[in-house]
């Protein structure tokens, strides 16, 4: 028989040793529960942390804030946290039941700074990056979002000349870094890539962010080297529970400023001008006191794990001008919903825009300016029915400014729809996947219309109308993983990895006849007999692109001493050369917080950093490196105007192909300090950068028949040529502080100052091979008389954008120039359109219910052509046909009797300090338990302007308004144009009320 005994008592002992080790467990491991609240209202917090400190063990509250947690030998301490609240350490003991409330984080939340793919606390910033929030905004009438930051950024320029309401903002951020690529900073909503400024109303934003230095904008690889800013929407209300109803109402009277001295209707008779019997203030004639209005209406709140913010905007912004309008229609929806213990977040967010848009001819402004003073408007008399009775005489460049403003029109209807889908789901509580699906449709309808009665253009037509169409489809689908760790005690470490694709279509559409029996406008072109020939357009296009991204970024943190960033995206765009259609742009950057090392004596914070990164330019057309062909001219086959059958539209080839077309590439380096004085009573920052771009994309010109070089085999069979050629090099110094809460008695001052002082872009090279230039002369003053002088040099080794003209030396006693030379090769160099420097100055003083805000901005060391002096202030007989401007600059002993010519004496420089913004505004004490805030406020801008310069407006140009050539309107700045829209300035009053 066999044994069993041994078997037996082996089986004893094993139960007895699994009894023991039960024992054991249940004494070592037990289940504790609790609830987290907020400290203030007592709501419970749902999706708060609990984690066992030192592990990565943990759970999330439910809907009701409960959580239960099992826990083992050893565990101590329970860290319990949750954005916005401050993390709490609670020791665990013998406890089986906790409440737990957390308190809210004000200084956590307002030192969020929101950066590519997520944010970080601003102590743990290693680039060059500013958060503004909506109590450092631009107050006023402020219809676009970039107005809100004009002044408050170091080394943001933000430009408008002139107060044409549907003119768009100019902006740049550290200079130029392209010719004609994307040189405005790329624009990210709400986490969608590209977006357009006009799917959000500036009432709606809670935060923007703007990353400067390339080591922050390489996340973003192709599309950062203008550099981002990051506009975050507002999502919720303060509390949970809670709805909140905003409506806020102003309106605003704009006013001309500004306007350039000119002879009086006596003077000019004086000066020997033609007497047509009339004393006309043409100006008083054409502009008006202008009035807007404005209604901002929100809901928002929250309850559980949702959130809501609905929005409405209207804007109706009137010109100085009759038929000068910008009505807009803004609404939004942002929603978002946490499911399974807040594990899941998903978020919605839909805008769409309407937008309305009615102008005129601006050479309105310029005629109205120079037009003869002794003119009348309108005539009664036989030959003045031709022109609807309008006064007009067949002069050169002599045009009725009233007349034209009523006889031509332009109107555009632009409407914008964006979509955003995001999903995030926590696979463990320090592992994070997410995804999101975004799309961008803007479509664009525009009309002209140039009455049958026109002198200027319509008359010669018969009538013309012109109808234009533009759509645009942007797509997006990002993917992110994200992971937190700490490593040990002391190191965190965050990883994020993500996949990107975006396709974007564009197509148009453009029509023009002329000859109509009737003014019938743009809804009728059929109605115009001649299609074909002077006046007469049509034409259509379409073009899709496809970009696909990997990106990769890590960060650590060391004890909040040591914070190191590294990063990586490569891109492959189907808008390059095959050779070169992938680029990868790394970037890294490193800081510490010295206060931790050392006695900094002052400084409660003193946080040097470095930062070094490579970005990408796309080009603002995908076939650049095709070789492209177009429509070239009709041909008549066999030459009889009686058949038309044989007639055809040859083909064109606007360029060679190269398939060596790559990147523009901006490789910039950047350190900066970071500092904190007296407990924070004094913050702010410095930065120096310095940024090289190499590869800029241009056409040059070649020779047709000899070999291309970009496409081996074959021969050029166009005469130019889109290659990577040029190099520029810039640098600047930043500067920004602000001091909180300064005691003028019972007064609390809060200054904020920065500044930018550029060192000017220059140009290391314009030629890539055999193929370039040595200089690049453009920008030509116009006609009268200087069509073919060109009065910017671009020469390699010297600055971008030069004025060059002959110097003047004085004026002989007959009132003839006395010119350095006559010889273009010979001309010196005579100013520089770009500016040295840039500041922005706020001022915010409180007092009781009282608050008053007042912003200066300006800039120096930039030169303006003033072109109303260059064509209209000598007193030659041809001249005599218009008015002359007279400003303190004019020459009068002697008048100048030489023709207009360009020359050193109307490149004026255009330094300026503006008044740009004042507020005052008082907050009304409200007991009601449904009224919250309830605010008075007036506001003005571009009150006063101090300068020297004498033309219109000293705002620093970046571009030629009159060019509209992409690739070259940046190489011509410095230049005011005759045809600017006047200043204007704003007085508005508004009320705020809040309800609850």
Do not use: C
């Given at each position: 028989m066999r044994n069993y005994l041994q078997q037996l008592k082996t089986l004893l002992l094993a139960m007895v040793l699994v009894f023991g080790a039960t024992l054991v467990a249940n004494a070592q491991s037990r289940t504790i529960t609790g609830t987290v609240l907020d400290a203030s209202l007592g709501d419970p917090v749902p999706g708060a942390t609990v984690l066992i400190k030192g592990t990565t063990r943990g759970t999330a509250t439910d809907l009701d804030g409960k959580f239960s947690l099992p826990i083992q030998s050893g565990d101590q301490i329970l860290v319990v946290s949750f954005v916005g609240y401050l993390a709490q350490e609670i020791e665990i003991g013998n406890q089986t039941t906790f409440t737990i409330s957390l308190a809210e984080d004000i200084q956590s939340l307002e030192e969020a700074v929101v950066i590519g793919y997520g944010s970080q606390d601003k102590k743990e910033i290693t680039s060059a990056v500013v958060g503004v929030k909506p109590e450092d905004f631009n107050r006023g009438n402020v219809s676009n979002p970039a107005q809100l930051l004009q002044g408050k950024v170091a080394g943001l320029s933000i430009t408008r000349p002139g107060g044409n309401p549907n003119n768009g903002f100019n902006v740049r951020l550290r200079g130029l870094s392209t010719f004609g690529a994307n040189s405005a900073p790329l624009i990210v909503l709400d986490g969608v890539i590209g977006a357009s400024l006009e799917n959000v109303d500036p009432n709606d934003i809670q935060s923007i962010d703007v990353l400067k230095d390339g080591s922050a904008a390489a996340i973003y690889g192709a599309r950062g080297s203008s550099g981002v800013i990051l506009i975050t929407t507002t999502r919720k209300a303060a509390k949970d529970g809670r709805t909140n109803v905003a409506i806020n109402s102003f309106g605003t009277l704009d006013k001309a400023t500004n306007l350039i001295p000119i002879l009086s209707a006596e003077e000019f008779l004086e000066r020997g001008g033609t007497n047509f019997g009339s004393n006309t203030d043409w100006r008083e004639e054409l502009i008006d006191d202008a009035f807007s209005y404005t209604t901002n209406a929100t809901i928002s709140g929250g309850f559980n794990n949702t959130n809501y913010m609905a929005s409405v905007n209207y804007r109706d912004n009137q010109g100085i001008v009759n038929g000068v309008s910008n009505q807009r229609l803004n609404t939004r929806l942002n929603l978002s919903q946490g499911a399974l213990d807040n594990k899941l977040r998903f978020n919605l967010n839909l805008s769409f825009s309407n937008v309305d848009s009615e102008s005129i001819n601006d050479a309105a402004f310029r005629y109205a300016t120079i037009y003869n003073p002794t003119a009348p408007i309108t005539e009664n008399t036989e030959a003045s029915k031709r022109f609807g009775g309008y006064f007009q005489r067949d002069l050169f460049d002599f045009y009725n400014p009233v007349a034209i403003a009523n006889q031509q029109k332009f109107i555009g209807e632009t409407k914008t729809a964006l979509a955003s889908y995001r999903v995030e789901y926590d696979l463990m509580p320090n592992l994070t996947v997410s995804a999101q699906y975004s799309e961008d449709r803007r479509n664009t309808l525009s009309g002209a219309f140039w009455a049958l009665q026109d002198f200027q253009v319509g008359i010669g037509a018969t009538g013309s109308a012109q109808r234009n169409t533009f759509d645009r489809a942007l797509k997006i689908f990002e993917s992110t993983l994200r992971y937190e760790k700490d490593l040990n005690s002391k190191l965190n470490m965050t990883l994020l990895g993500g996949v990107a694709f975006q396709s974007t279509k564009n197509q148009g559409f453009n029509a023009r006849s002329r000859q109509y029996l009737f003014d019938l406008g743009w809804n009728n072109l059929g109605a115009g007999a001649i299609r074909v020939g002077n006046n007469t357009d049509m034409s259509s296009f379409a073009n899709e692109d496809q970009l696909n991204s990997a990106f990769g970024r890590a960060n650590f943190n060391y004890d909040n001493i040591f914070f190191l960033s590294a990063s990586v995206r490569a891109e492959t765009y189907s808008g390059f050369g095959e050779n070169n259609q992938t680029g990868v742009f790394p970037a890294a950057s490193v800081g510490a917080d010295f206060t931790q090392l050392f006695d900094m004596g002052i400084f409660n914070a003193f946080k040097p950093r470095v930062s070094y990164g490579v970005t990408g330019n796309l080009p603002p057309s995908p076939t650049l490196a095709l070789g492209v062909y177009g429509n070239g001219n009709r041909i008549d086959l066999d030459g009889d105007p009686l058949t038309s059958n044989d007639i055809y539209v040859g083909l064109n080839q606007f360029s060679n192909p190269n398939k060596d077309l790559k990147w523009e590439t901006k490789k910039e380096f950047n350190v900066g300090i970071d500092f904190g004085i007296?407990?924070?009573?004094?913050?702010?920052?410095?930065?120096?950068?310095?940024?090289?771009?190499?590869?800029?994309?241009?056409?040059?010109?070649?020779?047709?028949?000899?070999?291309?070089?970009?496409?081996?085999?074959?021969?050029?069979?166009?005469?130019?040529?889109?290659?990577?050629?040029?190099?520029?090099?810039?640098?600047?110094?930043?500067?920004?502080?602000?001091?909180?809460?300064?005691?003028?008695?019972?007064?609390?001052?809060?200054?904020?100052?920065?500044?930018?002082?550029?060192?000017?872009?220059?140009?290391?090279?314009?030629?890539?091979?055999?193929?370039?230039?040595?200089?690049?002369?453009?920008?030509?003053?116009?006609?009268?008389?200087?069509?073919?002088?060109?009065?910017?040099?671009?020469?390699?080794?010297?600055?971008?954008?030069?004025?060059?003209?002959?110097?003047?030396?004085?004026?002989?006693?007959?009132?003839?120039?006395?010119?350095?030379?006559?010889?273009?090769?010979?001309?010196?160099?005579?100013?520089?359109?770009?500016?040295?420097?840039?500041?922005?100055?706020?001022?915010?003083?409180?007092?009781?219910?009282?608050?008053?805000?007042?912003?200066?901005?300006?800039?120096?060391?930039?030169?303006?052509?003033?072109?109303?002096?260059?064509?209209?202030e000598n007193a030659d007989a041809a001249s005599n046909t218009w008015n002359s401007v007279v400003t303190d600059k004019t020459p009068t002993a002697p008048l100048v009797t030489s023709t207009p010519t360009f020359n050193s004496s109307v490149v004026e420089d255009a330094s300026f300090v503006r008044l740009d913004n004042m507020e005052l505004g008082y907050n009304f004490k409200t007991n009601s338990p449904n009224l919250s805030t309830l605010r008075v406020y007036f506001a003005a801008q571009n009150l006063f302007t101090l300068t020297n310069y004498t033309g219109v407006d000293p705002e620093v140009r970046i571009n030629d308004s009159e060019n509209g050539d992409g690739f070259t309107t940046a190489l011509s700045p410095g230049i005011e144009r005759r045809n600017t829209y006047f200043q204007t300035r704003s007085f508005t009053l508004g009320v705020t009320v809040n309800f609850k």
């Open positions: 007296w407990s924070n009573k004094v913050t702010g920052s410095v930065d120096y950068y310095t940024r090289n771009i190499s590869d800029l994309l241009f056409n040059v010109p070649v020779a047709t028949g000899a070999p291309n070089p970009f496409d081996p085999g074959r021969f050029n069979t166009a005469a130019s040529t889109w290659i990577n050629l040029a190099e520029l090099r810039a640098a600047g110094f930043e500067f920004a502080m602000g001091v909180n809460d300064i005691a003028l008695g019972s007064v609390k001052w809060t200054p904020n100052l920065n500044f930018t002082i550029y060192d000017k872009t220059t140009i290391e090279s314009l030629s890539a091979g055999d193929l370039g230039f040595d200089e690049l002369r453009v920008a030509t003053p116009g006609s009268p008389g200087q069509n073919n002088n060109f009065i910017i040099y671009n020469k390699v080794g010297q600055t971008l954008g030069d004025f060059y003209g002959p110097k003047l030396n004085g004026i002989t006693e007959d009132g003839q120039y006395i010119l350095s030379t006559t010889d273009p090769n010979e001309f010196e160099k005579l100013g520089n359109g770009l500016p040295k420097g840039e500041f922005g100055f706020a001022n915010s003083f409180v007092l009781n219910q009282w608050s008053l805000n007042i912003f200066f901005r300006g800039a120096w060391g930039h030169d303006l052509y003033n072109s109303y002096r260059g064509f209209y």
